[in-house]
């Protein structure tokens, strides 16, 4: 008996059917055929899950992500082209006998056993870092998904991963990291650096601006040039001395850990003053100052010392010779959250295209200037330590105005 059979597909108006037709014919006793007996089986379905399968598998065959799937016993059931060439297995090598543990190094199999597939399990799906073991016995970094899928009563159907190569991404995260470390050492050396050798060299020119004074004093009265050229060397002494000492501040600034210190602005303002008494009067400046501090002010003192110092003796420093009076006024007002200081003069002002520069480093706006051009970026530097903000209206031959908010640490 012959039975002929064929797949045959057509268009029909509610769709297109596959059907598969199998024919048997009936012969005579003379071999003629006198009857053909036939059915058509409807095929649809079936061809439709085959090509949606053809269409997945040449995906899982073109990533060149490793994908595999493991039985509910960790067996391999299918491993992917990719997944196959990295670890160097062949086209067709038979899987079946190898398991999740044959393909990772011992410290990977135990991620995956221990955490991976028991996650995947509760949750359904598991990401992490791990490894492949190649057949050559070289480790590759890998990024891996493993995912459960169970049938309706719960039982683990099968667990399916997905792997992706991360050797290129884990060495340059490792050389980022060499980097970073190399880079801190040598921070830190520069900054151990700088600050030792400001602070030492800060000695010699205490006694040279002692040994100046003494020369002063016995010198004669009646020589002017020489008291006059004494002068001089004082200043250049003295100008030298604030450099290093704005030098060691930036570098205390960016070492040292932010401190929590009880802060009365009173006497914070006190001891500018004081410091400053000596160029108080000149010009006939006034220092007016204004606090209002009923809540009790956390922060670090020493820095908020250096942020008022730098921008008081500023509105000094740049006073307007030309007005009849100069003006400094401070007003202070503290909150729970934060205190908040203007810093107001009548001075020379800033010109508009100098606002912005006026906190880099080295920077000066003005030939006025003697200093070192550092303070505005100490202050600006500072202030970020202790999360603080500064503001600046200025306007040539009129004045200027910062107004500085720093942060209250009381409440953290
Ligand atoms: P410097 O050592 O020159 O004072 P700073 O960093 O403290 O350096 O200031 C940078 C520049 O900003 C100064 O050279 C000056 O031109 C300008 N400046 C700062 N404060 C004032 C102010 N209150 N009035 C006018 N100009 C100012």
Redesign the pocket.
Known sequence: KKIVRWEETSDYPNGRLTGEVSVSPTFDKTGNCIRLVGAVHDITERKKTEEERLRLSSILEATSDFVGIAAPDQRITFLNQAGRKALGYGEMEDLSQTKVSDYSPDWATEIILKEGIPAALNNGKWIGETAFLTMAGVEIPISQVILSHKNSKGELQYLSTISRDITVQKESEHKLEQQNRELQKTNSELDRFVYSTSHDLRAPLKSMLGLIRITKESTEPGNSMQHERLEMLNKSVIKLDDFIE?ILHYSRNTRLEVAKDEINFEEVIQEIRSSHKFMEGTRGLKLQVEAHQKEKFISDKRRVNVILN??IS??I??GDESKEKSFVKIFIRCSKENAVIT?E?N????ADK?KEK??EMF????K????????????KETLEKLGGKINME?ELNK??K?TVEIPNQLLL
């Open positions: 704005d730098n921008l500023n509105a420093k740049y810093i003069d001075g020379i002002g800033i100098d006026i906190f920077y000066r706006a003005t006025l200037s003697t200093g070192s051009g550092l303070g505005m970026y100490i202050v200025s004045g200027t910062f």
